[in-house]
């Protein structure tokens, strides 16, 4: 409450000498001319023209920076898939010679098999022939 009292009287210590000193140099015969401003703004139409000049040039460049992100975001999702595809290709190939070794490996079992059941079938008939002729 006390902050507040002090500032309102000091702002209307502030305004009172600001208005006294005005009031002095009128009676000293000195002419306020109203030109006189403290903010000196631009004309509305050059505001304008600046605003929409720094509009398009921050426009440009934000589009500029969208395109090389996009751009180099493609490229890159483009390399890491085809690094994948090639991994992926390696681990089937890997998998299928894996595989085919597997079925090398069992058609000679295999093979070795049927050279066994055709050699006994060799020896089964020669011995039902030794069978018929005696």
């Known amino acids: 409450m006390y902050f507040l009292l002090i500032l309102f009287f000091g702002s209307l210590a502030g305004i009172s000498f600001m208005i006294g000193r005005k009031l002095l140099m009128l009676q000293n015969g000195q002419v306020f001319s109203r030109d006189e401003t403290f903010l000196k703004a631009p004309h509305l139409e050059e505001l304008k023209q600046k605003t929409v000049k ?76 030794e069978d018929r002729n005696l």
């Not at 690094?83 to 090398?104: C, Y």
Request: aromatic share 12%; hydrophobic share 30%.
């Open 54 to 129: 720094n509009i398009k040039k921050y426009g440009y460049m934000g589009l500029v920076t969208t395109i090389r992100f996009y751009i180099r975001s493609t490229n890159f999702i483009k390399n890491k898939y085809e690094e994948m595809k090639i991994k992926i290709k390696n681990t089937r190939f890997q998998k299928s010679n894996k595989k085919t070794e597997d079925k090398q490996e069992i058609s000679k079992f295999l093979k070795i098999i049927s050279e066994y059941k055709r050699k006994i079938r060799e020896i089964k008939h020669k011995i039902k022939e």
